[in-house]
Structure formats: structure tokens, C-alpha cells
């Protein structure tokens, strides 16, 4: 399973930056991918947000190891 991982930022500082996670796990590091990339360009819609870098993080299972 993968998480949606974005970093947002309000100004070129990087203490303005926070990492926000989405609210669903997904399949596939492809649709991770898809939906953090559609997220953080809809984060960039917003004045406040001066930069949104999109992420994905593998979430192991506990059953491989």
C-alpha cells in the first residue's frame, strides 16, 4: 500500500513548510502517484501556497519482511 505524501509551502523559507498526508491508502505507487500529483496542483490554485511537492511512501504490510 501507498501514501500520499505532499509538502507545502507558504514562502521560500523551508520553516513555512508542512507535510500533509492524504486520507487513503493506494494500490499502486502509479495511482500515489496520480493522486498526489492532482492534489498538489490543486494546492498551487491557492495564494497561500507558494510551492506543493508531491510524494508517495510504501506502507509495509507487516507480512513481508
Given amino acids: 500500500m501507498w501514501m500520499v505524501l505532499i ?3 507558504s514562502s521560500p523559507m523551508a520553516k513555512s513548510c508542512v507535510l500533509i498526508t492524504g ?3 493506494q494500490s499502486t505507487k502509479e495511482k500515489c502517484f ?3 500529483i492532482e492534489k498538489a ?3 498551487l490554485t ?3 501556497v507558494y510551492q506543493a511537492k508531491p ?3 510504501i506502507i509495509p ?3 513481508e519482511i
Fill in 7 to 9: 509538502l507545502l509551502c
Fill in 23 to 25: 486520507e487513503e491508502l
Fill in 34 to 36: 496520480e493522486v498526489s
Fill in 41 to 43: 496542483n490543486k494546492a
Fill in 46 to 48: 491557492f495564494p497561500q
Fill in 55 to 57: 510524494f508517495c511512501q
Fill in 61 to 63: 504490510n507487516g507480512k
